[in-house]
């Protein structure tokens, strides 16, 4: 399984930071993470890709007193999605007539789903943004949904004070990325080898 499990990867991590290129070059919001990226972006002067990976390092280190190991999905996602999202807007002109930005939104939240079940399919860890919410989840036993929009306010309210885009995407970001990922993670799950579910069986409890 191993040699579909990293192209897999690694194809999602790239239309992961592409996908997020789209939704910010749509114009019209932009999910609450990548509102704080594009609040410091605007501050600093500093790439948008290059912020990105540097948010997702900080967030890993916030993972140490939680105890929350990473992967290998873990750890390309904090090095691959800031150039291949700075890649996107490169490549991709910003939208100015109301139908592009609608367009370019919805195919940037459409790939961003399927690139989601694509990386996180491929079982080599989450990303390091869902990783602190689990992590936080399982070591404190607060309530996922909690934890989660906790975390999504206080990172959008700064964002936002910062200059990062808030508006109708976010909105929609927030309400259908859930179910749209609900479908395309267990599609595309690589399956455990046979060989390695009769294994896990063998060991006594």
């Given at each position: 399984?191993?040699?579909?499990?990293?192209?897999?990867?690694?194809?999602?991590?790239?239309?992961?930071?592409?996908?997020?290129?789209?939704?910010?070059?749509?114009?019209?919001?932009?999910?609450?993470?990548?509102?704080?990226?594009?609040?410091?972006?605007?501050?600093?002067?500093?790439?948008?890709g290059?912020?990105?990976?540097?948010?997702?390092?900080?967030?890993?280190?916030?993972?140490?007193?939680?105890?929350?190991?990473?992967?290998?999905?873990?750890?390309?996602?904090?090095?691959?999605?800031?150039?291949?999202?700075?890649?996107?807007?490169?490549?991709?002109?910003?939208?100015?007539?109301?139908?592009?930005?609608?367009?370019?939104?919805?195919?940037?939240?459409?790939?961003?789903?399927?690139?989601?079940?694509?990386?996180?399919?491929a079982?080599?860890?989450?990303?390091?943004?869902?990783?602190l919410?689990?992590?936080?989840?399982?070591?404190?036993?607060?309530r996922?949904?909690?934890?989660?929009?906790?975390?999504?306010?206080?990172?959008?309210?700064?964002?936002?004070?910062?200059?990062?885009?808030?508006?109708?995407?976010?909105?929609?970001?927030?309400?259908?990325?859930?179910?749209?990922?609900?479908?395309?993670?267990?599609?595309?799950?690589?399956?455990?080898?046979?060989?390695?579910?009769?294994?896990?069986?063998?060991?006594?409890?």
């Amino acid at each position: 399984m191993m040699f579909r499990r990293i192209p897999q990867l690694l194809v999602g991590l790239f239309l992961y930071g592409f996908a997020i290129a789209m939704t910010v070059q749509a114009g019209i919001g932009v999910s609450p993470w990548d509102v704080l990226t594009q609040g410091i972006a605007r501050q600093t002067g500093v790439a948008f890709g290059l912020i990105t990976n540097l948010v997702g390092l900080l967030v890993l280190v916030l993972w140490i007193p939680i105890r929350q190991r990473p992967g290998l999905g873990t750890l390309l996602n904090v090095l691959l999605i800031g150039p291949s999202a700075q890649l996107g807007l490169w490549l991709l002109p910003v939208a100015h007539e109301l139908w592009e930005q609608v367009v370019l939104f919805a195919g940037g939240l459409a790939l961003l789903a399927l690139a989601t079940g694509l990386y996180i399919g491929a079982r080599f860890g989450p990303g390091p943004r869902d990783g602190l919410m689990t992590g936080i989840h399982r070591r404190w036993g607060w309530r996922l949904w909690i934890v989660r929009t906790s975390i999504e306010v206080t990172v959008l309210a700064i964002g936002w004070l910062l200059g990062g885009n808030v508006g109708i995407g976010t909105v929609l970001f927030a309400l259908l990325i859930g179910p749209m990922v609900n479908v395309t993670i267990p599609l595309l799950t690589v399956p455990i080898a046979p060989t390695a579910v009769a294994a896990a069986e063998r060991v006594p409890s």
